[in-house]
C-alpha cells in the first residue's frame, strides 16, 4: 500500500495520464485543438484538485486563443466519457485585438480578455440573458474576472454572419461570449464548478501562472 504524499502523487499522475487519452482517443488534433493547449488545460485542473479545490473532474472547456476568431476555437469536452461535447465560436475582447486576441489584462475596463484558468459559477439572467458566473483563480492574472463581470453569455455577434460582413467574429467587453442558439447548453453542461482555461501561447502568461509552474 502506498501512503502519504507519494500515494497522494501516484494518484495525480494516474488522473493526468487518463485524462491525456482522451485527446488522442477523440483525435482533437484533427479538430484544431493543440496538444499544448490540452496539456496545458489538463497540468492546471490537476494542481486545482490538489489543492484541494471544489472543481469537478469530468468536464473542462478550452477557449484556444492561439486560434482566431474565424475558427470555432471553443472546446468542451466530457472528460469521462470521451466525448466532445461542443466545439463552437467563442468571441474575445475588443481591446484584445481583431481576429487574433493580442493583448490581455486583469484591468477594470480594459475590454481585454485574461488568459488562465477559472472555475464556472452559478447562474443568472441578466442584461445578456441567461449568463454564467466565472471566477478567475490566478492571482493577477484573471483574479478580477467577478469584479469586471467578465461571464459565459450569448451575444448575436458570434455568429458566421459576423465573419462574413467585418471579416472576424464580434468582440465583447471581455467576457468569453459563445453563441446565442447554444448559449443555454452549454451554459447548462458546464455551470456550477468546472474548469475553464482560456489558452494562449503567451510567454508572458504561461511564465508567470503558477498553476503551471
Known amino acids: 500500500m502506498f501512503s502519504?504524499?507519494?500515494?497522494?502523487?501516484?494518484?495525480?499522475?494516474?488522473?493526468?495520464?487518463?485524462?491525456?487519452?482522451?485527446?488522442?482517443?477523440?483525435?482533437?488534433?484533427?479538430e484544431g485543438l493543440s496538444r499544448n493547449a490540452f496539456e496545458l488545460a489538463i497540468r492546471g485542473m490537476e494542481k486545482l484538485i490538489q489543492s484541494g479545490y471544489p472543481l469537478k473532474d469530468n468536464i473542462i472547456s478550452i477557449a484556444d486563443f492561439s486560434q482566431p476568431s474565424t475558427e470555432k476555437r471553443l472546446y468542451v469536452i466530457d472528460l469521462n466519457d470521451y466525448t466532445?461535447?461542443?466545439r463552437t465560436y467563442v468571441a474575445h475582447g475588443r481591446n484584445s485585438g481583431t481576429t487574433e486576441a493580442e493583448q490581455f489584462s486583469n484591468k477594470m475596463s480594459s475590454y481585454k480578455s485574461s488568459l488562465g484558468f477559472y472555475v464556472t459559477?452559478?447562474?443568472?439572467s441578466g442584461k445578456?440573458?441567461?449568463?454564467?458566473?466565472?471566477?478567475?483563480?490566478?492571482?493577477?492574472?484573471?483574479?478580477?474576472?467577478?469584479?469586471?463581470?467578465?461571464?459565459?453569455?450569448?451575444?448575436?455577434?458570434?455568429?458566421?454572419?459576423?465573419i462574413r460582413q467585418?471579416?472576424?467574429l464580434g468582440r465583447s467587453q471581455g467576457c468569453p461570449a459563445i453563441p446565442e442558439e447554444l448559449h443555454r447548453p452549454i451554459i447548462n453542461n458546464i455551470k456550477d464548478g468546472t474548469c475553464l482555461f482560456i489558452y494562449k501561447d503567451s510567454w508572458q502568461y504561461l511564465s508567470n501562472s503558477r498553476l503551471l509552474n
Request: a negative charge; glycine letters at 12%.
Open 84 to 86: 466532445l461535447l461542443y
Open 4 to 30: 502519504g504524499m507519494y500515494a497522494d502523487e501516484m494518484k495525480l499522475n494516474s488522473f493526468y495520464e487518463m485524462k491525456m487519452e482522451v485527446y488522442d482517443s477523440l483525435q482533437l488534433d484533427l
Open 121 to 124: 459559477g452559478n447562474t443568472y
Open 128 to 162: 445578456h440573458g441567461y449568463s454564467l458566473k466565472l471566477e478567475g483563480v490566478e492571482k493577477g492574472i484573471n483574479d478580477n474576472a467577478g469584479k469586471r463581470a467578465i461571464v459565459v453569455h450569448g451575444a448575436d455577434y458570434v455568429a458566421e454572419s459576423a
Open 166 to 168: 467585418l471579416g472576424f
